[in-house]
Structures are given as C-alpha cells and as structure tokens.
C-alpha cells in the first residue's frame, strides 16, 4: 500500500509541475542553449582546422619559393681539416726534395737544393714520389677552389687551389690535369696525375707541392696531418731570423729572370 501511495504523489507531483505555466519555456530556453552551444563548438572546431591547413600551406609555399640552387656555397668545415698529402697510400710516399727551412740541418739543407741548369735552386714547397716509383693520382690537400691550372716550361702542368683565410696549395709537375679553373674540389678529390718536369728530374716521377700562407712559403712537412688552422706564417719568420748570417741570401745570387713564371717556385742560390 505504501508503494502505490508513493508512486501516486510521485506522478501528482509531476503533474503539477507540468502544469505550471513556466515549464515548456524553461525546457524549450534549456533545449535551444544547448543546440546553439553544439553550433559554435562545431564551427569553432571547423575554423582552428581551417587555420591550420591554411598555416600549412603558407609554410609549403615559403618553402617551395627558397631557391637552394642560388643560395652561396658554405664550405664544410674546412678550417676544421688537417693537412692531407696530396695522394692515397700516404705510408708509400717518400719526400725526394725537402723545403729549403734555414733553421734545418746542413743535410736537411743540402736535400733542399735542386740543381738545374748548372746552377743551385733553393725548394720552396717538397717532391713527393711513391716509393715505387711509380704514377699516382694528385689529390687535393683541402676543400678550396681551383684558381689557376697553367702550363709552364720548367714546372710542368700547375694547378693552384685557394683556400680559406689566405692559404693556397699548389701543385707541380703534373702530368694529366683533371680540373679546371673555378672548379669547386673537396679534401682528397684527385686533381691530376704525378709526373716529371724539367727543374725536378732528379725526383722522377712526383708531384712538386706547396704550400702558401698569406702570400709566404712555408714548409708543408711542418703542418702535414695538423689542422689548417695551424698553419703559420709567424713560425716561419721567426726560424728566418733566427738564422746565420752566412747563410742568408746574397742579393747577388738571385736569379735573373726571377720575375718569370718559370721562377715561381725555387729561388737561386
């Protein structure tokens, strides 16, 4: 009986409030906020997503008009690598001629000097040979650019690369060239063949090399597997000074056509 009594006050309460004027409007004003509140979530949700395709876009169309092609070359490190040999196989290489270094032994001195034409030359760079004897492929010591690929009468074939803050290599005695000018080579890109020149016949088969550091030789043995970094002209000078008085240079024993390119390398003594 309990039960029924309650059930029936339950569904009178209902009813009351059923018909109270203030209901359906109540339901209906419930009803519309939360149909509106669906409306602008979704469109809400529509919008971010179009945005985003739309940033999307924008970043494709920034990307697709950078023009990779035409952007400057950055060398890769290249102050960061060590001087190479400039040739595989480096354990076979033997140095025939030594760069003329004043503050070398008298043997060391003696090895430095290159007779041609019954006269004395002092080396400004070193002849590298395979142990051999034998042809090998010249490769370029560093990253840089090839500035200059000449024949020369004495020399040989020459190619010169330049690198980073006012440092060059060049290579002598060349037999085939594989560059040209303005070529863009990387470490250890082969650059031509070893060969023989006149001025160098006593070292055979060779690659002449040298190295040039804000317009001063220096001795390419001395920086050889150390970064190019190091290397110095400031060291150089300081071993020249250090030198005797007679072993300087006599102006008189300079080499009269010493302005010729056929001189651009060794200095007579």
Known sequence: MREEENKNVSKNNWKRILRKKWFFPSVYLVAAALILTGVLWYQSSLTNVEDLADDQDNLQNETDQIDYDNQPATPVMELNENLN???????????KTKFFDYSASAEDREKALILYDNHYYQSEGVDIAREDGESFDVL???????????????LGNVVEITHQDGLTTRYMSLGDVLVETGAEVNQDDAIGTAGQSLMGQASGVHVHFEVVKDGNKVNPETYFNQPLSNISVEDEKSEQKDQPEEDKQPEDKKEPNEDSESSISMTNT
Do not use: C, F, W, Y
């Open 85 to 95: 040999m400039p040739l595989h196989n480096r354990d076979q290489a033997v140095i």
């Open 140 to 154: 370029a010591s560093a990253t840089g650019t090839v500035t200059e690929v000449k024949e020369d009468p004495l």
